[in-house]
């Protein structure tokens, strides 16, 4: 008898329980990943979403592209200046949940600029993250910073070296020339000078280059970066 008043006090217990239960799961916070491409997904330090009831949370620390609403040089530009990014694409989980809407503006502007420098030192623009601006209107504060190493944009070391490199082929050619035309003016051998000019002008272009400032940062409407959110963004939903 006391086995059978057991087993029913539990049936109750459990009839009871459930419905609150399934309501605390529907009403709490549900865990989601964004659905991001594999390069940023692989250097991303968090990729999770809370979705709540009423709406979303895009915690900190999570990153994602946006992409240049116009095209930019930064020898036009002047500390204040406003540049927009836009979403290319909706930006959502993979669990399928929208999280921003494509076209959603992501609004900054320049807090600070250095110039090219010499010895192939590029160009730095930073960025003062201030707002995002919804399709239908709605307007949240952002706080977020580009996501790379040092926290700027620029051409980068790599791009100024190109330059460089440039530089130093064009004073090879250069001087080469001379090399043949001194070689030619003393009856020596074309061979003569090339042996004369390419290493004068080797050495000539390469001083060049090193020398020489680096890049402003010039992009296209549409070229993309990452950024990295500072704080989390609540997003409401209807």
């Not at 217990?13 to 609150?20: C, D, E, G, R, V």
């Not at 399934?22 to 990729?47: C, R, Y």
């Not at 900190?60 to 930019?72: I, K, P």
Request: charged share 20%; aromatic share 6%; proline share 4%.
């Amino acid at each position: 008898m006391k086995k059978i008043i057991s087993v029913l006090l539990c049936s109750l217990m459990l009839n009871f329980t459930m419905p609150i239960s399934v309501f605390a799961m529907n009403d709490g916070n549900v865990t989601e990943h964004l659905k991001l491409p594999k390069k940023v997904a692989k250097s991303t330090p968090i990729d999770t979403v809370n979705v709540l009831y009423g709406h979303v949370d895009l915690l900190q620390y999570n990153t994602f592209q946006v992409a240049f609403a116009e095209d930019f040089n930064s020898k036009n530009a002047a500390v204040g200046d406003e540049i927009t990014f836009v979403l290319p694409e909706n930006l959502t989980t993979q669990e399928g949940t929208l999280v921003l809407p494509e076209g959603t503006k992501i609004i900054t502007n320049i807090s600070n600029i250095e110039k090219p420098r010499s010895f192939n030192r590029s160009g730095k623009i930073y960025l003062d993250f201030r707002r995002v601006e919804l399709p239908d209107g709605t307007v949240l504060p952002l706080q977020a910073k580009v996501f790379n190493k040092k926290g700027y944009l620029s051409r980068g070391k790599v791009n100024a070296l190109g330059k460089g490199l440039g530089s130093t082929l064009g004073g090879m050619a250069i001087g080469t020339g001379v090399g043949c035309a001194i070689g030619i003016a003393a009856s020596a051998v074309i061979v003569g000078g090339f042996a004369i000019g390419m290493p004068v002008g080797f050495a000539i272009g390469a001083g060049i280059g090193l020398v020489t400032p680096g890049l402003t940062y010039k992009v296209k409407a549409g070229d993309k970066i990452t950024i990295q959110i500072t704080d989390t963004v609540v997003v409401n939903k209807e």
